[in-house]
T-cell receptor
């Protein structure tokens, strides 16, 4: 099956770190992505990781990939109120169309 | 920076009417996609299009849906006879080769 699972909600205090988790099922996925979606808005690409990498850091964002467990995480350091949004992970299938399979989304609420 | 555009941003239609959602992908891209996001839910793949034909479609993409690239720049999604459950945000995406898809801002379709 093609299911990408995420926990539904995460609440953190401003200045703390947030860790959003994702599990996927397609072990042949080539790229894994993190998108941010604010209320009523479109999809903003935050970062991505290629499947042969374990970790990628981009300013406040750190992506960890555990291929053995098919687990992806996004860590946001020094979380700000502007980070409040829904975060989707997505895997790009290795089939010819490279369609994206999106996760269920995690709603991050940052408390001031 | 080139971007994917979509029109209209919001479309309201009555049940049973036909709607056409329009997208202008990035000009040198080769692969095109439509995704759907029902309010409060995850983003779901509808269809991919390459070399002037559908390369993959999901089970959501039934006979009521069709896609076209009529003039080499636009990419359209037509819903022949809209149902209430077609109300959603529709995202178009395009990509050049393997890797990142570039998403448009979405069209919110409301069926009354």
């Amino acid at each position: 099956g093609e299911d990408v699972e995420q926990s539904l909600f995460l609440s953190v205090r401003e200045g703390d770190s947030s860790v959003i988790n994702c599990t996927y099922t397609d072990s042949s996925s080539t790229y894994l992505y993190w998108y941010k979606q604010e209320p009523g808005a479109g999809l903003q690409l935050l970062t991505y990781i290629f499947s042969n990498m374990d970790m990628k850091q981009d300013q406040r964002l750190t992506v960890l990939l555990n291929k053995k467990d098919k687990h992806l995480s996004l860590r946001i350091a020094d979380t700000q109120t502007g980070d409040s949004a829904i975060y989707f992970c997505a895997e790009s299938t290795a089939s010819g169309t490279y369609k994206y399979i999106f996760g269920t989304g995690t709603r991050l609420k940052v408390l001031a | 920076e080139p971007e994917v555009t979509q029109t209209p941003s919001h479309q309201v239609t009555q049940m049973g009417q036909e709607v056409i959602l329009r997208c202008v992908p990035i000009s040198n891209h080769l692969y095109f996609y439509w995704y759907r996001q029902i309010l409060g839910q995850k983003v779901e793949f509808l269809v991919s299009f390459y070399n002037n034909e559908i390369s993959e479609k999901s089970e959501i993409f039934d006979d009521q849906f069709s896609v076209e690239r009529p003039d080499g720049s636009n990419f359209t999604l037509k819903i022949r006879s809209t149902k209430l459950e077609d109300s959603a945000m529709y995202f178009c995406a395009s990509r050049l080769l393997e890797g990142e898809q570039y998403f448009g801002p979405g069209t919110r379709l409301t069926v009354t």
